[in-house]
């Protein structure tokens, strides 16, 4: 017997993630290819965005996907994220040249907590959000916040962009797959803070650290490529990231749904104090998922050198909530 459909709430529906992602959520590389799905699309009420969104959606029509059991068009929150089981929540501006995420705080933040409101009133009780928009965790974490009615570990925010891209950095420096390394993470921010770590990493079970033996090559190439890999993409692209972002997204919201088969896999989550990061900051964790449940991978040995990255990544975090105290 086929499943029942799940409603899959996608906002920043017209823009350059919106169409490298609704199409593979489409045709089930998200939940399944078993999994029948609703897409309740959001765009801004202007002309030329719902436009561009009718657009999409002849385009999504137009490729019969079998699993594809609805299409909605909204402008209203409260409707598109009316009984909702996901939300990728990408619809924000983006960063152009020179910029850092943190900018786009004053732009975004108000966009996080109308939809935050709007998830609480609305949306399923269980309900997992994916914060895309950036800066992604202070967003996640204003749209937390925002809907105190909703379990707040449902609100995540990705940081598996940094974490594909940690991989491909070692599996290139290694000449190894990258699907054969395993426990990787990066911690913190999605921002040039972030620390990824790569000490308990294996390469089929032999150690990423041992093998790369190089800790120079770790602090003053690997660290600063992985964290700046954004502005390097803007800077040749002219504009951001966006088919490895939904990649990105597909992979965080495929991994939280379906289970990660007891692999290390990072997402931004609220703390529950673990490392020592205060409660409710929205923090890089290394996580296995299971049961449509995240579990934050406890009792790694955080040393000198990845304490100092840890505290850095999240002062700046700090700082972020501190800035967006008044919108809370
Ligand atoms: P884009 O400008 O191409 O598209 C954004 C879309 O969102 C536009 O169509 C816009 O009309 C819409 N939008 C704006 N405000 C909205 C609102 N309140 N409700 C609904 N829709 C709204 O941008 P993009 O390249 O798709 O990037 C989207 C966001 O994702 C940016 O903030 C970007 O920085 C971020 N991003 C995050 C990551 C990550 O790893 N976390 C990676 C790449 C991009
Ligand atoms: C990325 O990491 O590619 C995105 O967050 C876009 C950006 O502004 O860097």
Known sequence: MSKAPV????????????????FRIASGEMLGKDQPVILQL?????????????????????????????????SNPEEAFKDTDYALLVGARPRGPGMERADLLA?????????????????????????????ANTNAYIAMKSAPDLPAKNFT??????????ASQIAAKTGTAVGD???????????PTMYADYRFATINGASVKDTINDQVWNADTFLPTVGKRGAAIIAA???????SAANAAIDHMRDWALGSNGEWVTMGV??????????????GFPVTTENGEYKIVEGLEIDAFSQERINITLAELQGEADGVKHLL
């Open 237 to 243: 692209r002219g504009l951001s990231s966006a088919a």
């Open 107 to 135: 732009a975004n933040a108000a966009i996080f907590t109308v939809q935050g409101k709007a998830l609480n009133k609305v949306a399923s009780r269980n309900v997992k959000v994916l914060v895309v928009g950036n800066p």
């Open 181 to 191: 390394i395993r426990k990787l993470t990066v911690w913190g921010n999605h921002s």
């Open 7 to 22: 409603r899959v709430a996608v906002t920043g529906a017209a823009g350059q993630i919106g169409y490298a992602l609704l």
């Open 157 to 166: 925010a990705m940081l598996r962009l940094d974490h594909n891209r940690a």
């Open 270 to 283: 609220p703390s529950n104090g673990e490392y020592g990061i205060p409660a409710g900051i929205v923090f």
């Open 42 to 74: 959001l765009e801004i009420p202007d002309e030329k965005a719902q436009n561009a969104l009718k657009g999409v959606i002849m385009e999504l029509e137009d490729c019969a996907f079998p699993l594809l059991a609805g299409i909605e068009a909204h």
